[in-house]
């Protein structure tokens, strides 16, 4: 009987064990391309911020769902008045800060007059331009009253840009991320890794993970040899000339879907000789999408002729205005009094959609007598060169915000560009809320800017994920820049 006793204990010991080993593990390592310059959304246009924190560790009013909906988040609820210009938004309760602070409709209100004010230096500012009052109701209570109807303000507020930050922590935010989602910041190993652990104070749904490592790896030659030995468990933003590598095993899952990242080759529209409309459209005319697509995508990514995704509703395919045509490209410098062409230079950031599409580009600018030098750099020289002191000539570069055309209405945007007739339209999209009458101004805009060759269209980014066959729960699509890990688990 001592013996029959012996037996059974050491097999239900055993069983336990089994099970144990089975169990779905609750750790994730993903890897992603690019470091993020800091860890504040509210405080920087680098994608790389949104993809490790939106969703994961900051929370707004609304947020973005997968498929692009609007969706409640620190806002349970909300209504908006007949003339649709006040909105009284109903917030969760016993909400706490990641450090221990309440969240109450104070926070709402400093975050949204911090990112509108003045000296604010948030990215996307023009999402709070049409704020003219934050009033605090009661503790659960905020009410927003904007100057004038806007028909996108609830996507608007969604933004990584828009996140609910605490006045006590807002200024150490960028080393020290500190929101209200079911993620918290644990550490950064500068040039390595970022990692974040399960909230237990979380006031929604709890995280189905413990532990998620965002590793940066910048080679996308280390991808295949990352995921092969399990060192990295999912891309979600894979690089599509390694698809073919991984695509036939069972281990992983290969998931190809859209984005709102309108690549471009960007012209500084002020510098001669591209202030003049000839010389700019001879570039459009130069470029050869379908070679550019294949070389720099894989073939994967969808050819566009206007700053929209072709996933929009309101997406108007432009792509006839400027067929490839050689002929027609030299025509046009010979207008421009450029018919024994000029040199310029083109700054690629490290992507390889840049990189790889640079070279391209340039080969086919050649063949129209457009000599590019092209000066490779890093995302930090981008950011200050490009994008803030507007030192270029051409760059390549993906805007990956969502509904993001209002941008080359910007004064101080890298672009340099400037158009009286499309402004109005940006500023009548603003103040229309009627979704036909916003349809046919959307189509105005884009046709505005394919006329004007602002920049050369591209392609839309496709969104290439490649994973643990195991995982469950990760973003198909990229309707914004994020990696939504709420609803990421393991199955057993």
Same mark, same amino acid.
């Given at each position: 009987?001592?013996?029959?006793?012996?037996?059974?204990?050491?097999?239900?010991?055993?069983?336990?064990?089994?099970?144990?080993?089975?169990?779905?593990?609750?750790?994730?390592?993903?890897?992603?391309?690019?470091?993020?310059?800091?860890?504040?959304?509210?405080?920087?246009?680098?994608?790389?911020?949104?993809?490790?924190?939106?969703?994961?560790?900051?929370?707004?009013?609304?947020?973005?769902?997968?498929?692009?909906?609007?969706?409640?988040?620190?806002?349970?609820?909300?209504?908006?008045?007949?003339?649709?210009?006040?909105?009284?938004?109903?917030?969760?309760?016993?909400?706490?800060?990641?450090?221990?602070?309440?969240? &109450?409709?104070?926070?709402?209100?400093?975050?949204?007059?911090?990112?509108?004010? &003045?000296?604010?230096?948030?990215?996307?500012?023009?999402?709070?331009?049409?704020?003219?009052?934050?009033?605090?109701?009661?503790?659960?209570?905020?009410?927003?009253?904007?100057?004038?109807?806007?028909?996108?303000?609830? /996507?608007?507020?969604?933004?990584?840009?828009?996140?609910?930050?605490?006045?006590?922590?807002?200024?150490?935010?960028?080393?020290?991320?500190?929101?209200?989602?079911?993620?918290?910041?644990?550490?950064?190993?500068?040039?390595?890794?970022?990692?974040?652990?399960?909230?237990?104070? /979380?006031?929604?749904?709890?995280?189905?993970?413990?532990?998620?490592?965002?590793?940066?790896?910048?080679?996308?030659?280390?991808?295949?040899?990352?995921?092969?030995?399990?060192?990295?468990?999912?891309?979600?933003?894979?690089?599509?000339?390694?698809?073919?590598?991984?695509?036939?095993?069972?281990?992983?899952?290969?998931?190809?879907?859209?984005?709102?990242?309108?690549?471009?080759?960007?012209?500084?529209?002020?510098?001669?000789?591209?202030?003049?409309?000839?010389?700019?459209?001879?570039?459009?005319?130069?470029?050869?999408?379908?070679?550019?697509?294949?070389?720099?995508?894989?073939?994967?990514?969808?050819?566009?002729?206007?700053?929209?995704?072709?996933?929009?509703?309101?997406?108007? &395919?432009?792509?006839?205005?400027?067929?490839?045509?050689?002929?027609?490209?030299?025509?046009?410098?010979?207008?421009?009094?450029?018919?024994?062409?000029?040199?310029?230079?083109?700054?690629?950031?490290?992507?390889?959609?840049?990189?790889?599409?640079?070279?391209?580009?340039?080969?086919?600018?050649? *063949?129209?007598?457009?000599?590019?030098?092209?000066?490779?750099?890093?995302?930090?020289?981008?950011?200050?060169?490009?994008?803030?002191?507007?030192? /270029?000539?051409?760059?390549?570069?993906?805007?990956?915000?969502?509904?993001?055309?209002?941008? /080359?209405?910007?004064?101080?945007?890298?672009?340099?560009? *400037?158009?009286?007739?499309?402004?109005?339209?940006?500023?009548?999209?603003?103040?229309?809320?009627?979704?036909?009458?916003?349809?046919?101004?959307?189509?105005?805009?884009?046709?505005?800017?394919?006329?004007?060759?602002?920049?050369?269209?591209?392609?839309?980014?496709?969104?290439?994920?490649?994973?643990?066959?195991?995982?469950?729960?990760?973003?198909?699509?990229?309707?914004?820049?994020?990696?939504?890990?709420?609803?990421?688990?393991?199955?057993?």
């Amino acid at each position: 009987m001592k013996l029959w006793k012996t037996i059974l204990a050491a097999a239900v010991l055993s069983l336990a064990a089994g099970t144990s080993a089975f169990a779905a593990r609750t750790d994730l390592v993903i890897g992603i391309a690019l470091e993020p310059p800091h860890l504040d959304p509210t405080a920087g246009a680098a994608a790389a911020i949104d993809e490790v924190l939106y969703a994961n560790v900051f929370e707004g009013l609304t947020r973005i769902g997968p498929n692009g909906e609007v969706l409640p988040d620190l806002a349970e609820s909300w209504t908006i008045s007949d003339d649709g210009k006040v909105y009284t938004f109903k917030l969760h309760t016993g909400v706490k800060f990641h450090d221990g602070t309440d969240f &109450d409709a104070s926070d709402v209100k400093f975050s949204l007059d911090r990112a509108r004010a &003045d000296n604010s230096v948030n990215a996307q500012k023009g999402l709070f331009a049409a704020i003219d009052t934050v009033d605090v109701v009661d503790p659960a209570t905020v009410k927003v009253t904007l100057k004038n109807p806007q028909g996108s303000f609830l /996507y608007n507020m969604g933004w990584g840009d828009a996140v609910i930050v605490a006045p006590e922590s807002a200024d150490t935010n960028k080393e020290k991320p500190i929101g209200t989602g079911p993620f918290k910041f644990q550490s950064w190993a500068k040039g390595s890794s970022i990692t974040l652990v399960k909230s237990d104070t /979380y006031w929604g749904t709890p995280a189905s993970l413990d532990k998620a490592e965002f590793r940066i790896v910048p080679d996308a030659a280390a991808y295949v040899p990352a995921l092969l030995s399990g060192d990295i468990q999912a891309f979600p933003f894979f690089d599509a000339d390694s698809v073919a590598q991984v695509k036939d095993d069972p281990r992983f899952k290969v998931v190809i879907g859209s984005t709102e990242g309108e690549t471009i080759l960007s012209i500084n529209n002020k510098k001669p000789p591209f202030d003049k409309l000839q010389v700019r459209q001879a570039i459009s005319y130069a470029l050869d999408r379908k070679a550019i697509i294949d070389g720099a995508s894989a073939g994967l990514g969808l050819p566009i002729g206007s700053h929209m995704s072709p996933a929009s509703k309101d997406y108007v &395919d432009l792509t006839g205005r400027y067929p490839h045509d050689v002929a027609k490209a030299k025509e046009l410098l010979k207008e421009a009094g450029l018919e024994n062409g000029f040199k310029a230079t083109l700054k690629l950031p490290p992507p390889a959609y840049a990189r790889l599409g640079g070279e391209i580009i340039a080969s086919q600018l050649r *063949d129209v007598g457009i000599d590019l030098e092209i000066i490779p750099v890093e995302w930090a020289q981008w950011l200050d060169q490009v994008f803030t002191k507007k030192d /270029y000539d051409l760059t390549i570069v993906s805007h990956t915000e969502p509904n993001d055309i209002d941008i /080359y209405s910007r004064k101080d945007y890298y672009f340099n560009y *400037d158009n009286p007739a499309f402004d109005k339209v940006i500023a009548d999209l603003g103040v229309t809320s009627d979704e036909a009458k916003r349809k046919e101004l959307l189509g105005q805009a884009q046709k505005i800017l394919a006329d004007d060759a602002v920049v050369g269209f591209l392609f839309e980014l496709p969104k290439v994920g490649v994973w643990d066959a195991k995982l469950q729960g990760l973003w198909e699509n990229a309707p914004i820049q994020a990696n939504d890990l709420t609803k990421v688990k393991w199955s057993e």
